[in-house]
């Protein structure tokens, strides 16, 4: 990939296909991931118990998985849902929310990892960490920027042969080869719970539609979140109202808005 990828051709691709998305996750972002895909233009689906979730996700384009709140029936309906989409090469993302912050969660992130994720999304602590690198995470909050994450997305995929979106104040995606950096935003976002959830949703409906490259489809992603940031935070009067206008600007984005106003760069160590 010489080139940026067209994110204004990925957004209506993505909204011509609107793809259904299985999106495990918890408890707290349910409902902001859901408003948020269906803004966007794909289709949510929030279903995660086992006798169900691995016959569910062979209809998907894509199976998100988000540890936030995790439980044993919980997880025994991650590993259905990730072991039929592998089955079926249907890809999947991995959000591996503080997966330091018990043993359970630890355990689970490996066994989870080991099912080779298409797109590992986290925070910078949450990399570095899941690399086996020093983090000053706290919980579900990171305490380290997505440039200091650099090193341990790119290790974990090359060792898991993925792509890995580091998220923070600007992100980094990379496959282990490349690296893009993608800038925009709004401070208010981390003030908002679950933004960061639905994110992860989100990219599982860019790389239903984009299979190719898991990188744009990942860039994507985070792109039009930082451009719709921008454009909510225009009207914003605090994270209430933000989140009002983050959904409604993800709605309102057009491709030709977002190809002009994403701001992705290649990413070079400094």
Avoid at 106 to 112: D, E, K, S, V, W
Wanted: with cysteine.
């Amino acid at each position: 990939m010489k080139d940026l990828p067209d994110f204004g051709a990925l957004l209506a691709n993505m909204r011509r296909c609107n793809p259904l998305v299985q999106c495990i996750t918890n408890f707290v972002a349910m409902n902001t991931a859901a408003n948020v895909v269906l803004a966007a233009g794909a289709s949510p689906a929030m279903l995660h118990a086992q006798e169900e979730a691995g016959e569910f996700a062979q209809l998907c384009g894509a199976v998100t998985i988000n540890i936030g709140t995790l439980s044993p029936l919980w997880v025994q309906g991650m590993i259905a849902a990730i072991t039929a989409a592998n089955a079926h090469q249907i890809p999947w993302v991995f959000d591996p929310v503080a997966h330091f912050a018990s043993t359970f969660r630890r355990q689970t992130a490996q066994q989870l990892l080991a099912l080779k994720p298409t797109i590992i999304r986290g925070n910078a602590s949450e990399i570095l960490t899941l690399a086996g690198f020093r983090a000053q995470g706290k919980g579900a909050d990171s305490g380290d920027d997505a440039g200091s994450a650099y090193q341990a997305a790119q290790q974990l995929a090359r060792q898991y042969q993925c792509t890995v979106a580091v998220t923070g104040a600007y992100d980094l995606v990379t496959d282990g080869r490349k690296t893009l950096r993608i800038d925009g935003g709004c401070k208010l976002m981390p003030q908002v719970t679950a933004l960061g959830c639905a994110l992860t949703c989100l990219t599982g409906a860019f790389i239903a539609t984009h299979r190719a490259c898991a990188l744009a489809a990942a860039a994507a992603a985070l792109a039009m979140y930082a451009v719709a940031g921008e454009q909510a935070a225009l009207q914003a009067k605090g994270p209430a109202s933000f989140q009002m206008h983050f959904i409604d600007a993800l709605y309102a984005l057009d491709p030709a808005q977002f190809q002009s106003q994403a701001k992705v760069q290649f990413y070079e160590t400094v």
